[in-house]
């Protein structure tokens, strides 16, 4: 059995466990949607070496078609949920067509502002109730018979659509397809030479990542039964790069860990610190950046390696998690 | 092989961790309905309102304290002590997710009984469905959209201290009487902008008065020159400002810098006396504005307010003593209820009327209105003004039923039946 | 032909005035990013929260430090707060640049964007915890209170003054960077920072007081806002995203570009203010797609 499947195998333990061990399981489900943010986002940042500083628009693009599918057309959840999703598909084709004409620090600066764009856009829409958000959007039957008012269906039908991402990313990252994104990163000029269509590739990645993050956006507007401004502020953005970056950029579980860690901070800090919560994140992102830059599982993998003095000649796979471009 | 299982499980663990830490009281929440009577002997308040933000002046801290001041009063008359009462406070930013997932999280893990403060609209209806689904009390004090107790309305919440209608009808009509007939609004793009700027409208023409357009800016704004030349530009006699906060304070500096001001009049829609404080009075003076309350009103609103001002260092805006005397309010129902059960204090909070230094007399009604007498004020001179606070002119009481806006009027269906 | 429009010549100029001033801004601001990238390759995201930092020391200095030192009469002027400020957020500067900064260098650029986004906010979060996020209110200085009268509009002096100001930092910039020697260090740092090194020039000490230098154009821009915005944590973060997209309109290739990209982006806001202002929030991004579809490098950049 490979390592990575134990991996898997653990993952789905602990998902499935989890709401029996006193969880609040609202938490958990927000962690779940969040992490599958970070891993669609860590597919653009880890795998392609793209930093997008506007993955909010997408999960807020996702969040408001949702809800408003559910809410006022009044469509099943699945339906709802994939109108979000495609929806952020469209858009992640139009903003990726647009922000890969230019590389690097400027891909950055011009996803932040496509996404504030966007932002503005809601905020004067009808549809989206501006400042207020779009409230009690109904949960409904899933596929006409799971009843998503009942936490705990809601929890594994969560679980599900995460798993289903993840499993997507992982499908991806470990294709063909996956091995050129990352000749990319590794090496631009290089992939050009060889013959390969590198804007294609490119905006294919971008179009899977944003999907993904709409998936996740969709996902939570059934969970918390609301779409707000705040699912499409570039703070989010922020908050998605810091999960990744936390967890470990380019790493399969890096991400999950690192946005339960961020949304667990999150929680149980905003009680105890209040309003400081921002100048922690603030000191997590510099502490990563400068001394961290693995990350929580990428350091963790380093720890092992050294630890058990794995010969580091290594196949193809384990190139993959090892390689975090720090 | 050994070593990415051990990472594997580490994994495993990092992420089951926090949830295993954070929630062991999840199962007690679950095991016990809706509570029959006082939930463990105690009554659990939550104030959620905003600690950081915009409206942290007007609500914030002053609210928690109010709360506070509220249960310490209860238990001083309670000497034999009824029942045990527990404070929670959270910031939710503004934010509706934020409210509306803490209020989930305080109803289904912490038994919280009540929320009260809930200022901004977006946080107000964010909460009340939730309340409304696990059965528990809402009380908004800081928010200020009709459609709250309008097309929102639930038989759980109160909408306590004022509306968007009360402070058309005060500000809007008394400016229309004054001379002001022509009107130009600032207002503020979004919802609670648009409601504010509506009620204004249909107040205005009501009286006689004329609108001649409006420009929407941006929210929040920082910059609002053009707009204020495009205001000047109508030549409307009126600017009537249709948003809040810092909203409002930059709007209005900006006015007098363009020498606007003493030309045109701006009319402040939704104003606080934080909002005055921190102009000061040379920039607001002479304006009219529209509150649920007023500290230096009469004797024993000056000596509440007194006490406020000892601890908190301010005078209390109209938010938080709605959140001081409708917290009361709310602990005296559950005693007389003789339960912490939603419907049944609910009952009783609507049955007896509110009669403290806050309100006169003053009743809840079916759509979660409570129909209490508001103030017309007009801002005073700098040289007028003799000790720090005192900022107003009373100009005008205006009757509870003139005030609210009529039950035939509101969309809530409670008030059909 | 006004009339056609729908709009008098006097709202029409009084616009464009109004537009030229946050021109202004956008222009110092983008300076001072510009010349950041061009030594350092980094995009600096805190320039907003640096911004702020000098509107708030400027506001520190008026009402606070009095107190601070027992001495409510004592205050720093606006005009000592216009120097000293932009001292104080540019020495902050140079401490970043030294310890944290300069060990990214060898890096992709991109962790640059990281570490100045999480000092954004730090800085951010600070301020909200001292003073709120409701903004503070600082007084227009004596000597430019009051408007004059245009004929067709009232332009307050300080208004004047803070087109007038931003201009001259602007082309003196602009001079020192392209017409002097140092200047010519400058720009041989950027174009071979090696070679330059070679020639004897402290290229490390260069780059530091360069970034230290930007980071000051940011808080002369926050205490030219003072007076006018709300002194406010958010005043910075939200401009700062406007600033960007000037930014990859302008192209980062030159300093010139950078200052008329900047004054020309606010004079179209404030044009679109009169004809449809609910737009005028998005006018700067939409040009930005623009621009990318037809000159992707931007105006007057070129492609590295």
Known sequence: MSRTALGFILLIIAGVVAPWLNIYPTFLMKGWCFALFACAF????????????????????????????????????????????????VLGYLFGSLAIRRAGIYFAMITLALAQMLYFVWLQMKFTGGEDGLQGVPRGMMFGVIDLTNNVNLYYVVFAIFLFGFFMIYRTIHSPFGQVLKSIRENEPRSISLGYDVAKY???????????????????????????????????SGEVVLMTLLGGMGTVFGPVVGAFVIVTLQNELADKVGSWVQVIMGFIFVICVLAFRRGIVGELMALFRNLYQRPVGLSARQADVKDTKA | MKHKLMFALVSAALMSLPAGVALAQQKKADAKPAAVKLSDGMVKIGILTD????????????????????????????????????????????????????????????????????????????????????????????????????????????????????????????????????????????????????????????????????????????????????????????????????????????????????????????????????????????????????????????????????????????????????TLHYLKAVKAAGTDEAKAVMKKMKETPVNDFFAKNAKIRDDGRLVHDFYLLQVKKPQESKSPWDYYHVRQVIKAEDAVMPGAKTECPLLKM | MFELLGITPQALYGQLLVGLINGSFYAILSLGLAVIFGMLNII???????????????????????????????????????????????????????????????????????????????????????????????????????????????????????????????????????????????????????????????????????????????????????????????????????????????????????????????????????FYSEASAVVIFVIMVIVLLVRPAGLFGRER
Request: hydrophobic share 50%.
């Open chain 1, 42 to 89: 860590n597919l653009l940042l880890g795998y392609t070496g793209l930093l997008s500083f506007g993955h909010a628009a997408f999960f807020g693009a996702a969040s408001y078609i949702t809800g408003h599918a559910l809410k006022v057309w009044g469509l099943p959840p699945e339906i709802g949920l994939l109108a979000g999703t495609v929806f952020a598909g």
């Open chain 1, 202 to 236: 490119k905006l294919l990645a971008f179009v899977i990542s944003a999907t993904l993050s709409g998936l996740a956006g969709a996902t939570k507007t059934v969970v918390f039964q609301l779409a707000s401004l705040t699912d499409a502020h570039w703070h989010m």
């Open chain 2, 51 to 326: 600690l950081s933000g915009t409206y942290s002046d007007l609500a914030g801290s002053g609210s928690v304290l109010a709360a506070k001041m509220a249960i310490e009063d209860f238990q001083a008359q309670e000497k034999d002590r009824a029942f045990k009462i527990e404070l929670v406070t959270a910031d939710h930013q503004n934010k509706g997710d934020v409210a509306s997932n803490r209020a989930r999280e305080w109803f289904e893990r912490d038994q919280v009984d009540m929320i009260g403060d809930l200022v901004t609209t977006s946080t107000a209806l964010a909460v009340m469905p939730v309340a409304k689904q696990m059965n528990r009390i809402t009380i908004v004090s800081g928010a200020a959209s009709t459609p709250i107790t309008g097309k929102n309305c639930t038989d759980l919440n109160v909408h306590y201290v004022y509306d968007t209608y009360a402070l058309a009808v005060g500000t809007g009509k008394a400016v229309v009487k004054q001379g002001g007939d022509t009107w130009f609004f600032l207002t503020a793009d979004y919802a609670f902008g648009h409601a504010l700027e509506k009620d204004t409208t249909e107040v205005v023409i009501a009286n006689g008065g004329k609108v001649l357009g409006s420009v929407r800016h941006p929210f929040p704004g920082t910059d609002f020159s053009s707009f204020l030349l495009k205001a000047q530009a109508s030549g409307a006699k009126v600017i009537g400002l249709a948003n809040a906060g810092a909203d409002t304070q930059n709007a209005i500096k900006q006015a007098a810098e363009f020498g606007i001001t003493p030309k045109q009049s701006l009319a402040g829609l939704l104003m606080f006396i934080s909002d005055i404080h921190s102009l000061g009075l040379k920039a607001t003076q002479g304006m009219y504005l529209t509150e649920g309350f007023y500290w230096d009103f009469n004797d024993e609103t000056r000596a509440w307010s007194k006490r406020f001002f000892e601890k908190h260092k301010r005078m209390p805006t109209m938010v938080q003593a709605g959140v001081y005397s409708s």
């Open chain 3, 44 to 274: 600096n995201f805190s320039h907003g929260a640096q911004y702020m930092m000098g509107a708030f020391i400027a506001w520190i200095g008026l009402t606070q430090v009095g107190q601070w030192i027992g001495d409510p009469g004592f205050s720093v002027s606006y005009w000592t707060a216009l120097l000293l400020s932009p001292l104080l957020v540019g020495a902050f500067g140079i401490v970043i640049e030294r310890t944290m900064l300069r060990h990214l260098y060898k890096l992709d650029h991109l962790y640059g964007l990281l570490l100045t986004f999480g000092i954004a906010l730090i800085i951010e979060g600070l301020f909200r915890d001292w003073y709120g996020i409701s903004g503070q209110q600082y007084e227009i200085p004596e000597a430019l209170q009051g408007a004059i009268n245009l004929g067709f509009m009232f332009l307050p002096k300080y208004r004047a003054w803070v087109i007038v100001a931003s201009l001259v930092v602007c082309f003196a910039t602009w001079y020192v960077i392209e017409r002097t020697k140092l200047g010519a260090y400058l720009r041989a740092g950027t174009e071979n920072p090696k070679l330059t090194q070679a020639f004897g020039i402290n290229v490390p000490l260069m780059i530091t007081l360069t970034y230290g230098f930007g980071v000051a154009l940011a808080a002369f821009a926050g205490v030219l806002a003072a007076p006018i915005f709300t002194v406010g944590p958010k005043m910075g973060a939200d401009l700062i995203i406007v600033v960007f997209a000037v930014v990859v309109i302008g192209g980062m290739g030159s300093i010139l570009g950078s200052i008329v990209t900047g004054l020309a982006l606010g004079l179209i806001e404030g044009l679109t203010k009169v």
